[in-house]
């Protein structure tokens, strides 16, 4: 018994464990082939639909931005024509002082008293006159203080007597606010 050969039955069984290995490894890798693929073709579909939807964000990012944009236009706009009507009423609420003031102007100054002229800056009235004696210009800065158009406490500077006219004279320069009435109407 010495003399049977079990070699090659040893080695068609090594050959074809050799081939079921080689066979099993083949369909792994194609297994593992197979899997890198479809986990690669699932991750750039995951990946292609979150870049869809930060497109999708983006691009709504930018509608908003451009309504914002808009909206500060608009409120630009609204409140430049809120300062145009807060002028246009102011100016409707003055237009009437200036007829007031001139109709008011002569009842106050006394006689002995011309006016040489008057200037309005802002909300100031600057009188220059001549005044035959002092004791009149103090009659004009009672009546002007006194007065619901003119502001209290107007500002009276007085110069030098002019001796060369026939008449004497002195001349002055008063200056009062003016629409003391208007402002009592605005505060109400």
Same mark, same amino acid.
């Given at each position: 018994?010495?003399k049977?050969?079990?070699?090659?039955?040893?080695?068609?069984?090594?050959?074809?464990?050799?081939?079921?290995?080689?066979?099993?490894? #083949?369909?792994?890798a194609?297994? #593992?082939?197979?899997?890198?693929?479809?986990?690669?073709?699932?991750?750039? #579909?995951l990946?292609?639909?979150?870049n869809?939807?930060?497109?999708?964000?983006?691009?709504?990012?930018?509608?908003?931005?451009?309504?914002?944009?808009?909206?500060?236009?608009?409120?630009?706009?609204?409140?430049?024509?809120?300062?145009?009507?807060?002028?246009i009423?102011?100016?409707?609420?003055?237009?009437?002082?200036?007829?007031?003031?001139?109709?008011?102007?002569?009842?106050?100054?006394?006689?002995?008293?011309?006016?040489?002229?008057?200037?309005?800056?802002?909300?100031?009235?600057?009188?220059? #006159?001549?005044?035959?004696?002092?004791?009149?210009?103090?009659?004009?800065?009672?009546k002007?203080?006194?007065?619901?158009?003119?502001?209290?406490?107007?500002?009276?500077?007085?110069?030098?007597?002019?001796?060369?006219?026939?008449?004497?004279?002195?001349?002055?320069?008063?200056?009062?606010?003016?629409?003391?009435?208007?402002?009592?109407?605005?505060?109400?």
């Open positions: 018994m010495a049977i050969n079990l070699l090659p039955w040893r080695a068609e069984l090594r050959a074809q464990q050799k081939k079921e290995f080689v066979l099993g490894l #083949g369909f792994s194609l297994a #593992g082939i197979l899997l890198v693929v479809v986990m690669h073709t699932y991750m750039e #579909g990946i292609e639909h979150q869809n939807r930060n497109r999708f964000i983006q691009d709504h990012i930018k509608q908003v931005d451009a309504k914002i944009v808009a909206i500060k236009e608009i409120d630009k706009q609204r409140a430049e024509l809120k300062t145009r009507m807060e002028l009423q102011k100016l409707q609420r003055s237009r009437p002082e200036v007829v007031h003031l001139f109709d008011e102007l002569p009842r106050l100054v006394p006689d002995g008293i011309y006016l040489v002229s008057l200037k309005r800056t802002g909300n100031q009235l600057e009188i220059r #006159g001549r005044a035959e004696s002092t004791a009149r210009i103090s009659e004009l800065l009672r002007l203080n006194d007065s619901p158009w003119f502001g209290k406490d107007p500002n009276l500077q007085v110069f030098d007597k002019d001796l060369k006219s026939p008449v004497p004279s002195t001349e002055f320069v008063v200056t009062v606010a003016v629409g003391g009435h208007g402002q009592e109407a605005e505060e109400e």
